[in-house]
């Protein structure tokens, strides 16, 4: 055990390094715990729209996509908007245009609203497809009302426009006419996480899983650039002339620097505990410190291979970099084409995390 | 100063090799991340239990768009069939149209399309799941119009046969315009902002990270020269410090700006990423800025391992809050105000804006 308590004692009296690892942790964390508190919010898309006519069905459009769960709508002037766009704050800008009303009701349904996007964008096809949900009511409506308005009279009084969307309304208001998809989720992979709905909330908190996870690689290879120091100054080669089993105490010293890490994974565990519960959040933290352990032995590996600390700092960071972009990727693995990446051990503590949030 | 810099940088051949190495795989990496294609393909199952005229119209229409035909493959069978198919993981999802779907909907009876999503794969279902969403408010719109004109017709006593054909009529109209929603689109491009790939985006955030990481390693230089008492002995010749640390930052900077700019002309020679003189530019001038930063945050930590908590830290979180990692858009109010300050956002939208 006396490599263990040594290697411990000297983390915790480099009094500096502990400081930063201490004021780093918290920072990030909280950082986390920020975007984890908003995930609901912020995974939904970005738009902006320009409403400019104040006609009651485009102010109503306007209000619709204002309310929207799925769209996260930013309203300004054109310049105001253009500038978002330019900063990257929005994907696309959707103008409703002064003849949007007088449109719909000639019975035209082509270019009804503008889109402005990026040059080549193709992802704001899916902010189309939602917006034009919220725009197929008053396109049904007044292809209907001409019907009606239109049909051959047969002595009843013909409701006027006003009328007969009220009526419509009155309509749509029953709840028998509200079709929706009986959806089910079905995960073939785990049966009984089958049945549980996945939101678009679910994608963004994976990505904070992931950064977690980087955050974790991170403060290993901060944690193990002790060993690289000492390599690099023949403390290693001194200790190997003292005999004794060196294997053992270099697994002491390992596990004394995943017992100093402990803190970090016990606090990152904590970060979505109302999402997984307590029990979840155990098993957080047994996949915390499960990947902790698999990568002090990488960076302990590579202490003795690359000799100079600032070699291993590189490659260090490198090796976290890989690790950290195979995990992300592959969060996104349908949407990339990357599969194989899910074995990587970032990817499948970023799969393992998400089972514990469902 | 500078030549013992550069003397000093040559000499350490372990680091200059693991820097090699680096570049190597860096342009490896961007050939392998650009050559990384979304797939276009989404396999959708299908059984029809109603079998109707309306089904059948609808079915050949999705087979005969190409549009939809391009991202699309649909099949067909019988409940075992697609189940078995989807319980191997060959389908997406798949929907269930029960018996009588149509008439019953004609018949005010909202009978739902059952909708079976594979949830193997959490951020695939969550799209689909939203996009479902989205599609039963189209039905929605369509249903609601129409049983409003077929009541209203009901109450003003039409004839049954004009109503019947009045709602087959409108509903087969609103269907297809539901289907050609794209129409309702004006697109227009914003010439002076291109659009980022994710994969791009994700090269360049990586390319970000690595010039801090050079920064970085230019204050680790500057902490091991004072830690060993060098900087000590320089001031006792009448060298000041600031001296060596320009003298560092210099060279670092210079050495590690001819890298990245060698590397990146690599691979602009094979059209992987974007690079022209201005990105040149901005990037040297990152580096050097960088190389300051990290040379100052060597002054103030004295602990080599306390610098490497702090340092690694604060790059981990500039490339967050910069929208390395998640696109700005989606960081939270209270987090992406500080985006502008970061040197990856900046990176970025400076290669996007024209």
Same mark, same amino acid.
């Given at each position: ?358 | ?161 004009? %109503? ?5 009529? $409108? @509903?087969?109209? /609103? +269907?297809?315009?539901? =289907?050609?929603?794209? *129409? !309702? ?53 009448? %060298? ?5 640390? $320009? @003298?560092?930052? /210099? +060279?670092?900077?210079? =050495?590690?700006?001819? *890298? !990245? ?53 604060? %790059? ?14 989606? =960081? ?23």
């Amino acid at each position: 055990m006396g490599a263990f308590v040594l290697r411990l004692k000297l983390l915790l009296t480099d009094r500096i390094a502990t400081v930063c690892y201490a004021l780093c942790v918290i920072v990030m964390l909280s950082v986390f715990f920020n975007m984890n508190l908003h995930a609901s919010d912020n995974s939904r898309v970005p738009m902006g729209l320009l409403c400019e006519s104040e006609s009651p069905v485009a102010v109503r459009l306007r209000d619709r996509l204002l309310g929207s769960d799925a769209l996260r709508v930013t309203t300004g002037s054109m310049e105001e908007l253009t500038e978002l766009l330019m900063d990257g704050y929005i994907g696309s800008i959707f103008v409703i245009g002064d003849d949007y009303e007088t449109k719909l009701r000639d019975g035209i349904r082509e270019d009804l609203i503008k889109v402005i996007t990026p040059s080549d964008d193709t992802s704001s096809i899916i902010v189309q497809d939602i917006v034009a949900g919220y725009m197929m009511y008053d396109v049904c409506f007044f292809r209907t009302y001409d019907e009606y308005r239109t049909l051959p009279g047969n002595g009843a009084e013909t409701l006027t426009e006003e009328e007969y969307a009220a009526f419509v309304a009155e309509v749509a208001e029953d709840p028998d006419y509200g079709f929706d998809f009986d959806i089910r989720y079905v995960d073939i992979e785990n049966p009984d996480k089958s049945g549980i709905s996945v939101t678009t909330a679910m994608i963004y908190r994976q990505i904070i899983a992931g950064l977690i996870g980087m955050l974790l690689l991170v403060l290993v290879v901060c944690g193990c650039n002790g060993f690289a120091l000492e390599h690099g100054q023949s403390i290693t080669a001194r200790r190997r002339t003292t005999g004794g089993n060196l294997f053992a105490a270099y697994a002491l010293e390992l596990l004394a620097v995943l017992v100093y890490l402990t803190p970090a994974v016990l606090l990152s565990s904590l970060i979505m505990i109302k999402e997984s519960g307590f029990g979840g959040s155990v098993v957080i933290f047994l996949l915390g410190e499960g990947l902790c352990a698999f990568f002090v032995i990488v960076c302990f590996a590579l202490t003795r291979a690359v000799r100079s600390a600032s070699s291993y700092q590189l490659v260090g960071t490198v090796v976290c970099l890989f690790f950290g972009a195979c995990g992300f990727i592959s969060t996104f693995s349908a949407l990339t084409g990357t599969q194989v990446l899910g074995a990587t051990p970032v990817a499948v503590y970023i799969k393992q995390f998400a089972e514990m949030l469902v | 100063m500078i030549g013992k810099d550069i003397k000093l940088f040559i000499s350490d051949t372990k680091t200059l090799l693991v820097l090699l190495v680096l570049a190597l795989l860096g342009i490896a990496g961007v050939f392998l991340a650009s050559g990384i294609t979304p797939p276009t393909v989404i396999t959708v199952g299908i059984v029809d239990h109603e079998q109707s005229n309306y089904s059948e119209m609808l079915k050949t229409y999705f087979a005969e768009n190409e549009d939809f035909n391009a991202f699309v493959n649909i099949y067909e069978g019988t409940e075992e069939e697609v189940n078995a198919r989807f319980e191997k993981g060959e389908l997406d999802f798949y929907f269930i149209i029960p018996e009588n779907f149509t008439s019953e909907m004609i018949g005010m009876k909202n009978t739902p399309i059952k909708a079976v999503i594979n949830s193997d794969d959490k951020a695939k279902a969550a799209v689909y799941g939203a996009l479902l969403e989205s599609y039963s408010r189209y039905i929605t719109s369509v249903e609601v119009n129409i049983e409003s004109l077929t009541f209203r017709m009901r109450e003003e006593d039409y004839d049954r046969q004009l %109503i019947r054909d009045k709602n087959v009529e $409108i @509903s087969w109209d /609103l +269907v297809m315009t539901a =289907l050609g929603k794209d *129409a !309702f689109f004006e697109r227009e491009a914003f010439d002076r902002m291109a659009s980022l790939p994710l994969t791009d985006h994700y090269i360049y955030s990586v390319l970000i990270l690595l010039v801090l990481y050079s920064g970085m390693l230019t204050g680790y230089a500057v902490l091991l020269e004072r830690k060993s008492g060098v900087r000590s002995r320089l001031v006792s010749c009448g %060298i000041s410090p600031a001296r060596t640390i $320009i @003298s560092k930052v /210099l +060279v670092y900077g210079t =050495l590690m700006s001819a *890298a !990245f700019l060698a590397v990146m002309t690599v691979m602009k020679q094979f059209g992987k990423i974007e690079f022209s003189f201005g990105i040149g530019l901005y990037l040297t001038a990152l580096i050097f800025g960088a190389g300051i930063v990290f040379s100052v945050l060597a002054l103030l930590i004295r602990s080599k391992n306390g610098y490497c908590f702090f340092s690694n830290m604060a %790059i981990l979180l500039m490339t967050v809050l910069g929208g390395g990692i998640i696109p700005v858009m989606y =960081l939270p109010n209270a987090l992406s105000g500080f985006a502008q300050f970061m040197p990856s956002y900046r990176f970025i939208t400076f290669i996007l804006q024209k």
